[in-house]
C-alpha cells in the first residue's frame, strides 16, 4: 500500500477529532519517570524514581501561554532524594495539525531537595531558585482533556559545587475551564 496514502489518511482523521490549543485558563496533572544525576559525580546522586506533577496555567492565544506547577521528583539510591520545584514557567505552542502542536517551555523554580541519606544517617534540605525546560507534543480531542507527552528538564543544583538535574519523562492530562 502507498505510503503516502497512509499518511494523508491518518492526518485527516487526527484533524478531524483534534482542535487547537484554546485560549483561557487549564490545569495538569502529570506522572512519569524522573532520572536524577549529578553530572560533576561529587555527590553520588544517580537514580531512576516515580515523577508526579499538578499545576494549572493560562493559554493567552494558540502560540503562547503560562503555567505554574508543583513537581515531586523522587528517586531512590544508595540515599533517598526527593526534589520538589514549584514552578513558574512560559509555553510557546507550534502548531502542527489541527489540534496537534509541539509544545516548549522556560522557566524558574523554586526547588527544595530532601536528601535522606543511608538507613539511621539522618538527612538534609537544601532549596534555591533553579531554572527548567521542557519540550514535548499536545494532542487536543475535541471532547474532555487534552494530553501532552514530554521531558521537563529540572536543574536541581541548590548545593554548592553541585550539577544535579532531573529528566521528568511525563504524560500530563490537561483540563480545560
Known amino acids: 500500500m502507498n505510503k503516502n496514502l497512509i499518511a494523508a489518511t491518518l492526518m485527516m482523521v487526527v484533524s478531524m477529532c ?7 485558563g487549564y490545569g495538569t496533572y502529570s506522572m512519569g519517570i524522573a532520572t536524577v544525576d ?23 492565544n494558540k502560540y503562547v501561554g503560562a503555567e505554574v506547577g508543583l513537581n515531586l521528583l523522587g528517586v531512590v539510591g544508595w540515599q533517598q532524594v526527593t526534589a520538589m520545584p514549584i514552578s513558574v514557567s512560559v509555553l510557546g505552542y507550534l ?11 522556560y522557566g524558574v523554580a523554586n526547588t527544595t531537595m530532601y536528601y535522606s541519606g543511608a538507613a539511621n544517617s539522618g538527612g538534609y534540605t537544601l532549596s534555591g531558585m533553579t531554572s527548567l525546560w521542557g519540550v514535548g507534543v499536545d494532542f487536543a480531542p475535541k471532547d474532555g482533556p487534552s494530553y501532552r507527552f514530554g521531558v ?4 536541581l543544583s541548590v548545593a554548592p559545587g553541585t ?4 529528566n521528568y519523562f511525563n504524560i500530563t492530562a490537561v483540563e480545560r475551564f
Open 18 to 24: 483534534a482542535m487547537a490549543a484554546e485560549q483561557g
Open 38 to 60: 549529578d553530572a560533576k559525580g561529587n555527590s553520588g546522586i544517580s537514580g531512576t524514581g516515580l515523577g508526579l506533577s499538578v499545576g494549572g496555567g493560562y493559554n493567552y
Open 95 to 105: 502548531p502542527i495539525v489541527d489540534g496537534i502542536n509541539a509544545v516548549g517551555k
Open 152 to 155: 521537563d528538564h529540572f536543574d
Open 163 to 166: 550539577s544535579v538535574s532531573s
